[in-house]
Every structure is written in C-alpha cells, then in structure tokens.
C-alpha cells in the first residue's frame, strides 16, 4: 500500500489476555518505529527496528511488552498480560532508513477492559 | 534527557486569523533535529517540518511559517489566515543526533479554527 498500514484499528481485550499488534511499513523503508499515545498525550517512543534488530528498545516499558520484525519489513507488538494502563493508540512509523523523516500509520487503539 | 514544553493545550481561532503554536525544548546536545507534526481527527501523524540546530533560518512554506530560535530554545508554529482545515492537535518534537533514533514529542497543542 501506499502509506504505513496497522491491524486492527481497534481491539477491546480483557485484562490479563495477550495481544498483537501489525504493524505493514510503507515498502522498502528499513526503519521502523513503535510508538504509544495515551489520551491527551503526545507519543511516547517504544522500539525503533533498522532492519531486522531491534537498535533501540529503550521506551518498552517492562518485560510485557516486545516486538519483532523478522523479515526486515512486517512488525508485530506484543503484549503479555495486558493491564488497563495499557490503554492506549499505539502508533507505528516508518522511514527510507534512519535519519529521514518517519511516516506514521493511523494507529491501534488498545483498549484493556 | 530531552524535553519538549507546548504551553498551550488548546487554541481556538476565527477562521482567517493567524494563530501561533508555541514550543520550547530542552536538550543538553549540540546537535539535534527538531519537528512539527499534525495529528488531525483521523488519527494518523503528518510531518510538516524537520529543522536541524545549525540551522536557524526561518521557513515558510504557503500558511505555514517556522521560527527557530536557539537562544531562547523555542521553535514556534505559524498558520497565516488560518482555515478550517487547519483544526487539529499539533505536535513539536525533538530528536538528538547521534544514532539515537528516539523523538521526544511535546503533549501537543489542540488548534480549533471556528467558521
């Protein structure tokens, strides 16, 4: 496609229940970022993948959280044991390579019930 | 660590005014990239702007205008004649050089242009 595209646009999950994120970039960008965004908040950095690895994990906040990009384009967020402070519009970008500017997806809304 | 401060949370405008969206940052490093985005009702984060600190030319792009200032650390945001279309919740960010992949964004500005 032509711009960032995430799966599902929504999802309602009961506490404690895993869930996955899909991140799709736009083709051929080797960065890919995972942000959150909380109402009212700006985004909050999560991971930043260059290809295949993970170069930053600094911003996942506890063991909960983890992400993969195992062919170097598809991104999946995952989340253990989901609580309700884990509610949030959890947004991925994507760039040519690192230090271009990043395009945004239209976000998931994670709501934890 | 990095810091972006929008002191404005919400802003709201008679369509044709100008409106101007403030922004202060706060980094240690000498070498940083600053950034405006609009996040309008659907969701999704548009890049309007990137200056880089060696850079302190002003730019203006249509409605749109930048002014970067290092000596007061502010990168303020003005829309000229303001449009309805314009009404969105606007975000500054910061992100340090070095390999460091990490953009600190502001808590945003939400601009309201009414008819």
């Known amino acids: 496609g032509a711009g960032v595209s995430q799966t599902p646009s929504n999802k309602v999950t009961e506490k404690g229940k895993y869930v996955e994120l899909r991140c799709d970039p736009i083709?051929?960008?080797?960065?890919l970022y995972w942000y959150r965004q909380s109402l009212g908040q700006g985004p909050e950095f999560l991971i930043y993948?260059?290809?295949?690895?993970?170069?930053?994990d600094s911003g996942l906040p506890n063991d909960r959280f983890f992400a993969v990009r195992p062919e170097g384009s598809v991104s999946t967020l995952k989340i253990q044991r989901t609580e309700r402070g884990d509610s949030a519009v959890y947004l991925c970008?994507?760039?040519?390579?690192?230090?271009?500017?990043?395009?945004f997806g239209q976000g998931t809304r994670l709501t934890v019930v | 660590a990095q810091k972006v401060t929008q002191a404005q949370t919400e802003i709201s405008v008679v369509e044709k005014e100008d409106v101007t969206l403030d922004c202060v940052y706060e980094?240690?490093?000498?070498?940083?990239?600053l950034f405006w985005y609009k996040q309008p009702p659907s969701g999704e984060l548009v890049f309007l702007i990137r200056?880089?600190?060696?850079?302190?030319q002003n730019e203006i792009s249509g409605r749109y205008s930048w002014n970067f200032q290092k000596s007061t650390s502010s990168f303020n945001f003005t829309i000229t004649a303001s449009q309805v279309v314009d009404s969105a919740v606007y975000f500054c960010?910061?992100?340090?050089?070095?390999?460091?992949?990490?953009?600190?964004f502001g808590t945003g500005t939400k601009l309201q242009v009414i008819p």
């Open positions: 960010a910061l992100r340090v050089s070095g390999g460091y992949q990490k953009v600190t």
């Open positions: 200056r880089n600190s060696f850079d302190e």
């Open positions: 993948f260059q290809g295949t690895g993970a170069a930053d």
């Open positions: 970008a994507s760039s040519p390579t690192a230090n271009t500017e990043a395009f």
């Open positions: 980094t240690r490093d000498t070498t940083y990239y």
């Open positions: 083709s051929g960008h080797t960065a």
